[in-house]
């Protein structure tokens, strides 16, 4: 579609947008001046769902009015409850219904993956990371390499990109996982890239790596409602990822677990095991036989926190609503296509994107870096943050020098867009 510069025509465009009325299903934070923001931070934390709130009220309800009774009273029982989510989570990654599982939190899942997919011997001991991965990852992958007895200077194996480019060659990573694969035990990425908003081609790293015969896991905080996946054709052995950024489930809610049907029956993984993974129809003779179940819920260890499961049922409730993951991808390309447009059209001299170019690497997030010119204070950058975020814009400030800003397509609209680089373009001038 060709874009023009003016509010008029992204009003129009809205108006054609077959999903903005999904908008009115959210609750939309007001700055200040009692105004809608213009809310650009559904990477890190996605507005409320109405219905999320709808079916938390509804089970704090069941629980007011049931007690114990809950677990099996009503049209969505606590006992089976985390088996509502599947289908919903199954459509988001690409997996048969048997391997997605909500339990945890990402970081813990991280963990319990790498307990099962992460056991190094002697020549076969290393993990594959970005070098500049999320802290968090970074630890988990640092501390697991500990746990194992072994050093994390001979045994994580780093990637970044090349000198002066500020995104990681997908080229870059296959070439060094043929050089070094046999001794790499895990290649553990993610699939959108927090910093960057880079999309990695998750298809070819999982098939290098296993032609190496290296376990593939990826990190998919940024990637779970943001961009489709195929987890189980690409034959992924594990993913993880939070539910409160791309997919609208609240603050810290409980995260989503994918591991390949082709693990569901091997008996000699490694796992740490709790209760809630022990099959099923003889979880509650309570004998101390462990017979884990033959799916991904096998991993689970405790029965889930409901309250939290029930906005993530309402927030998988609005995609399905909405069409679904490739419908709102559509709208993505668009939005982010659209903001791409105008920053190059207005503010090329001053902002730089480094997110990649080519619509198959980027989702919704764009990273701008505030470009510094001789004379220029180095916290540039970030008081134009401060100025933007005045004027009602929420994005985010990741140091060093970025402003990540995602348009999502639930949400967001095409004058939502417009009025940001417009927004920007003040506080950039101002600046100087
Ligand atoms: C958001 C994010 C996390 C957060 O981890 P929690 O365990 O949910 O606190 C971890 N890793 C990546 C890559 C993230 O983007």
Known sequence: ?????????????????????????????KDHNGNEEIYLCGNSLGLQPKLAAKYVKHELNQWAELGVKGHFSGDFPWMPYHEFLADGFANIVGAKKSEVVSMNTLTANLHFMMVSFYQPTETRHKILIEEHAFP?????????????????????LFISPREDEDDIRDEDIISLIKQQGDSIALVMLPGVQYYTGQVFD????????????????????????????????????????????????????????????????????????????????SRFKMENNFKPMK????????????????????????IKNAGGIEVLREKAIKLSGYMR????KKLS????????????????????????????????GKLVFDEIEKQGVIGDWRHPNVIRVAPVPMYNSFTDVFRFVEILRHAIEESR
Request: aromatic share 10%; glycine share 6%; charged share 20%.
């Open 1 to 29: 579609m060709p874009f023009q510069d003016s509010f008029e025509f992204a009003k129009k465009i809205d108006s054609e947008d077959p999903i903005a009325h999904i908008r009115n299903e959210f609750s939309i934070p």
């Open 136 to 156: 968090s990852d970074h630890y988990a992958v640092e501390s697991q390499i500990r746990f194992h007895g072994l050093d994390p200077k001979e045994s994580m």
């Open 202 to 281: 998750m298809q070819s790293i999982t098939e290098a790596a296993h032609d190496k015969g290296c376990n593939v896991g990826f990190d998919l905080a940024h990637a779970a409602g943001n961009i489709p996946m195929q987890l189980h054709d690409w034959n992924v052995d594990f993913a993880c990822w939070c539910t409160y950024k791309y997919l609208n489930s609240g603050p810290g809610s409980v995260a989503g677990c994918f591991v390949h049907s082709n693990h569901h029956r091997s008996e000699d993984l490694p796992r740490f095991a709790g209760w809630w993974g022990h099959d099923k129809m």
């Open 295 to 318: 799916s991904a819920e096998a991993w689970q260890l405790s029965n889930p926190p409901v309250l939290s499961l029930a906005a993530i049922r309402g927030s998988l409730d609005t």
């Open 341 to 344: 447009y105008l920053l190059d």
């Open 349 to 380: 001299d001053d902002v730089a994107i480094i997110t990649p170019t080519e619509t198959n690497r980027s989702g919704s997030q764009l990273s701008l870096a505030i470009k510094l010119k001789a004379g220029d204070s180095s916290d540039r």
